[in-house]
């Protein structure tokens, strides 16, 4: 059963960073995208970041392209998302999600192409 568990949300001041991880259990997923997806209340989810597989290229939303960084640990099933000069509108509640198959393109950014998903972990940015 694919288990994934996220951590490291926390509330921050605005310009300040934070570092999630999602521990990823129950099959081995270097072949596979890990991604991450945020929702604010009354939004929907969107994609941030993530890539296809683990050598593949890492992808990020336009809002958050030069401030957030994706990175994998194979040997620890664990992506990370290293979050750096945050800003209010990145308050919401983050997922990691993934899926045991190939996806690539527009695939990627689009909730309904992932079968597993993590419970959330808040991060709020105050300014």
């Known amino acids: 059963q694919v288990q994934l568990v996220e951590s490291g949300g926390g509330l921050v001041q605005a310009g300040g960073s934070l570092r999630l991880s999602c521990a990823a259990s129950g099959g081995t997923f270097s072949s596979y995208p890990m991604v991450w997806f945020r929702q604010a209340p009354g939004k929907e989810r969107d994609f941030v970041a993530g890539s296809s597989w683990s050598g593949g290229l890492p992808y990020y939303a336009d809002s958050v392209k030069g401030r957030f960084t994706v990175s994998r640990d194979n040997a620890k099933n664990t992506v990370y998302l290293q979050m750096t000069s945050l800003k209010s509108e990145d308050t919401a509640l983050y997922y990691c999600?993934?899926?045991?198959?190939?996806?690539?393109?527009?695939?990627?950014?689009?909730?309904?192409?992932?079968?597993?998903w993590g419970q959330g972990t808040q991060v709020t940015v105050s300014s």
């Open positions: 999600a993934t899926v045991l198959k190939f996806i690539q393109g527009g695939f990627l950014f689009i909730p309904t192409s992932y079968d597993y």
